[in-house]
């Protein structure tokens, strides 16, 4: 009995570990993300003054020109940059639900092994319910599943 209940404390100390790594995994994946966003809204920024010199280089084009041209290039690059933030949003909002199902999937292992556990200890070896009341298992309550919508400003649904 105590080599059973030694199992399901390592087995426990293990799935809390995995859930620890996803936790940590999904930090890294939003830091990464923010470097990404970052890099392109960088590119996006150099690009932008690349287009502004070589209008002011075009010797040719009257001022209005190049002010309507310089326009419409502030105008692509705040496009631009919204097109990063809402593909951010929508790949931070990816993270967290795959993070979210995971550790739901997780707790449900956590569970079901808790479960087992608490039936094992109360069979005698030839697998019958012993007469001691050890292994007494309460009714499982299945979790609901994440749905809404996630703020990444706010972290929440």
Same mark, same amino acid.
């Given at each position: ?7 399901? =404390? ?13 936790? =940590? ?9 923010? =470097? ?7 590119? %996006?920024?150099? %690009? ?18 190049? %002010? ?48 087992? %556990? ?14 001691? =009341? ?24």
């Amino acid at each position: 009995m105590g080599n059973v209940q030694n199992t399901a =404390g390592q087995n426990s100390q293990k799935l809390n570990e995995q859930a620890q790594s996803l936790v =940590g995994n999904y930090n890294a994946q939003l830091q990464k993300l923010e =470097g990404d966003k970052q890099a392109a809204l960088s590119s %996006a920024k150099d %690009a932008f003054r690349q287009r502004l010199d070589q209008i002011d280089a075009m010797k040719g084009q009257a001022l209005e020109n190049k %002010a309507a041209m310089k326009l419409q290039e502030l105008q692509n690059l705040r496009a631009q940059a919204a097109q990063i933030e809402a593909q951010n949003t929508q790949f931070q909002q990816q993270l967290y639900l795959q993070q979210q199902s995971a550790l739901q999937g997780l707790q449900q292992n956590v569970s079901n092994f808790s479960s087992f %556990a608490n039936q094992s200890v109360g069979q005698n070896t030839y697998g019958a319910p012993s007469s001691t =009341g050890f292994g007494q298992t309460q009714a499982y309550t299945p979790q609901t599943s994440v749905s809404g919508y996630y703020d990444p400003k706010k972290k929440t649904l």
